[in-house]
C-alpha cells in the first residue's frame, strides 16, 4: 500500500514559479510510475507530467511542456512537480499519483493509477 501527501500548492501570479511535492509512505518500486494530474472546476481531470521511479523517463502534456519539470528523489521517496511561467489556465487542483504498471501510451488516464493524494489547490492571478 501507498500513501501519497502532496504539498506546496498556493495562490500565485501569473508568471511565477511553484514547486509541488508528493511525499510517499510505502514500498515504491522502480516499476512505478508517479504521474502528475489537474482538475480544474467543470473540467475532466488531466495528466500534466509523469515520470518513471527507475529510469527517470518522463512525459509531459502539451500544455505544461517547457514551464513544468517533473522530478523524484528515490532516497526521500518524494516526488516534485516544478512549475514556471504559470498562466492563469493551469489553475486546478493538481493530485499526484502512483502506478504499478508501466505506461503504455499517453497521456495516460486516471483510472490507470492505483493511489492517490488528496490534492493540493493551485491558484495563478492575473
Known amino acids: 500500500q501507498v500513501q501519497l501527501v502532496e504539498s506546496g500548492g498556493g495562490l500565485v501570479q501569473a508568471g511565477g514559479s511553484l514547486r509541488l511535492s508528493c511525499a510517499a509512505s510505502g514500498r515504491i518500486f522502480s516499476s512505478y510510475d508517479m504521474g502528475w494530474f489537474r482538475q480544474a472546476p467543470g473540467k475532466e481531470r488531466e495528466c500534466v507530467a509523469t515520470?518513471?521511479?527507475?529510469?527517470?523517463?518522463?512525459y509531459y502534456a502539451d500544455s505544461v511542456k517547457g514551464r513544468f519539470t517533473v522530478s523524484r528523489d528515490s532516497a526521500q521517496n518524494t516526488g516534485y512537480l516544478q512549475m514556471n511561467s504559470l498562466k492563469p489556465e493551469d489553475t486546478a487542483v493538481y493530485f499526484c499519483a502512483v502506478r504499478r504498471t508501466p505506461i503504455i501510451r499517453v497521456p495516460p488516464t486516471p483510472r490507470e493509477y492505483d493511489y492517490w493524494g488528496q490534492g493540493t489547490q493551485v491558484t495563478v492571478s492575473s
Open positions: 515520470i518513471r521511479w527507475s529510469s527517470s523517463s518522463t
